[in-house]
């Protein structure tokens, strides 16, 4: 035997004797994620918090509520960009979106192995890992950074990702709704159960429930008929942004009536935790990768109902019914996970760990330097705009301002008109297909509604702030306008406030060799990301008159 590999076996040998003995010493915490996807702040827990009515006065989510009142709530979460693969590379890797290579757009993405993420590293330090559905998608590889699909627990059932069709399906095949609902939900334990019988005894574990039923599509109708959310219980509680017509109430309940699926698959997992003795030994931590999708502000853009989300955490033995109002990032989670699991971090994080805001007594404000989060978005749709490419934006969120440095302001920010810019659009390919118009606002009857007025005066002013283009520079003040429709960029008022924030901003994104502000700023704008046939994407069909 060289002296080499004996050397080799012995630092081996050593390594597994002290993992043996710390696991021993001090068992490490298991951890359950759930991640659902375009879930937004949305849940009971968060009523009453903006001190105005809204949206959250009508969702009920008992399961979500519970976890926050034995736990923490943080009021204000945000991702680092509002679009599934762009956030959830961030998420896996601490990093900015824009330090992950592909993974900074949404199609085309391609995903970087030699970038670390949390999951990996967990498993490689003795954690059991494991994971149902979306983890880091679309892009190639599916779920790169988990493994891929080797690591998959998914066989008891898919039908949580489309809970609103499949249910509706089952009913009308003559099953109740609660039957149809118990035999979704007994999927979700199948697939926890069959993770949990996979571990080795006593071995600390790492699950992600990835759910995307709160993607669209959903059933239209379907908050009432599946979750007896009344839309007319809306009037009054829409934000500013979005007409409160009938139609778009009945959206939103439709909408939240998926989120309180998502809640219902919280209950079956804490329960199933309560029964294996474990729930004591596990972080549970639940959050979303963006605002809702098919509505002005949401999904893909920078304004908080786009980039806010849910984030609440019970952390065993911790303080019990806190709300935390420091200003978080989800990429905070990947060196959090890491230090549950006692593996240290990678150096030069967009993402600070949350332990000591877990571990901390206080409400309210608990570290004055979480006064800021960056925001950003590169590419979604390929075919959103000519030559497929990007709205590149960056956004600076204080507990005061958002500021918003639109890039290229001559391009679409949702992608470009098509078929709406015709006289007559057809509003069931516009109701139906996301690409027929304004391709970076998913479809919905939202959407449909909004291009349908667009020439009606009294919803102009609507319609322009979902597809209109937008000025080089945005500013709102969040606590007097907090659903950010008054731009006061252009305010010799606020000129003052509006030099500093973008002096800070841009400050920030060349210490992050953002290539957006960094060499000539056109990296995003060239292949491999604006890569048509690497892509998968075509070209546009049409172009914009």
Not at 122 to 129: E, K
Not at 157 to 165: D, I, V, Y
Not at 528 to 545: C, H, I, L, M
Request: hydrophobic residues 35%; aromatic residues 10%.
């Amino acid at each position: 035997m060289s002296t080499i590999v004996r050397a080799v076996l012995t630092l081996s040998l050593f390594v597994g004797v002290a993992g043996q003995a710390f696991a021993a010493e001090a068992p490490r915490l298991n951890i359950l994620f759930m991640f659902a996807d375009d879930w937004g702040r949305y849940a009971s827990c968060y009523k009453g918090l903006d001190g105005r009515p809204t949206v959250n006065d009508v969702i009920q989510t008992p399961n979500v509520d519970r976890v926050a009142r034995e736990g923490t709530l943080f009021k204000n979460a945000f991702v680092n960009a509002p679009s599934c693969t762009p956030c959830r590379s961030s998420l896996l890797s601490g990093r900015y979106f824009f330090q992950t290579g592909r993974g900074a757009i949404l199609q085309g993405a391609v995903w970087d192995e030699t970038i670390p993420t949390f999951p990996l590293l967990l498993r490689d330090s003795g954690y059991h890992i494991g994971k149902s559905f979306k983890v880091w998608s679309p892009g190639t590889p599916a779920d790169a950074g988990f493994g891929g699909q080797q690591y998959a627990y998914q066989k008891a059932g898919s039908a949580c990702n489309h809970f609103s069709e499949e249910s509706t399906k089952m009913v009308a095949e003559g099953m109740t709704v609660e039957a149809a609902r118990q035999k979704i939900l007994d999927q979700v334990r199948g697939n926890f159960d069959d993770f949990l019988a996979a571990r080795k005894p006593g071995q600390p574990w790492l699950y992600w429930m990835g759910t995307t039923t709160t993607h669209r599509p959903w059933v239209k109708g379907s908050g009432k008929k599946l979750w007896g959310i009344e839309p007319e219980s809306l009037k009054g509680k829409l934000p500013k942004f979005v007409p409160d017509v009938p139609e778009v109430r009945e959206d939103f309940a439709d909408y939240l009536g998926v989120c309180q699926a998502v809640d219902a698959y919280v209950g079956v997992l804490m329960k199933r935790l309560e029964e294996s003795g474990e729930l004591e030994r596990t972080v549970v931590v639940l959050s979303g990768d963006h605002g809702m999708p098919g509505v002005t502000s949401g999904k893909c853009n920078l304004y908080d109902h786009g980039t806010s989300v849910a984030l609440i955490v019970r952390w065993p033995g911790g303080k019990t019914g806190r709300v935390v109002t420091d200003l978080v990032r989800l990429p905070d989670l990947m060196p959090t996970f890491l230090e549950i699991g006692g593996v240290k971090a990678p150096e030069k994080l967009y993402g600070k760990s949350l332990i000591p805001l877990f571990k901390s007594e206080q409400s309210g404000l608990v570290d004055a330097s979480r006064d800021w989060v960056v925001t950003g978005r590169e590419r979604h749709v390929g075919v959103a705009r000519e030559g497929n490419l990007p709205y590149p934006m960056r956004g600076l969120r204080t507990p005061e301002f958002l500021y918003i440095r639109n890039f290229m302001p001559d391009r679409w920010p949702m992608g470009a008109p098509y078929t709406a810019a015709e006289s007559s659009p057809d509003l069931k390919q516009v109701g139906n297909d996301t690409r027929a118009a304004f391709p970076d606002m998913d479809a919905s009857p939202t959407k449909t509604w909004l291009i349908a007025h667009q020439h009606d005066a009294q919803w102009k002013s609507h319609f322009d702030l979902a597809f209109a283009k937008r000025p080089p520079e945005e500013l709102y003040d969040v606590k007097n306008d907090p659903d950010q429709v008054k731009n006061l960029a252009a305010d010799p008022a606020y000129a003052t406030q509006k030099r500093a924030l973008s002096e800070r901003l841009m400050k920030l994104l060349t210490e992050a060799n953002d290539p957006r502000v960094t060499g000539d700023g056109s990296t995003f704008d060239k292949p491999p990301f604006s890569d048509p046939e690497r892509a998968g994407q075509g070209k546009a069909k049409q172009k914009v008159k």
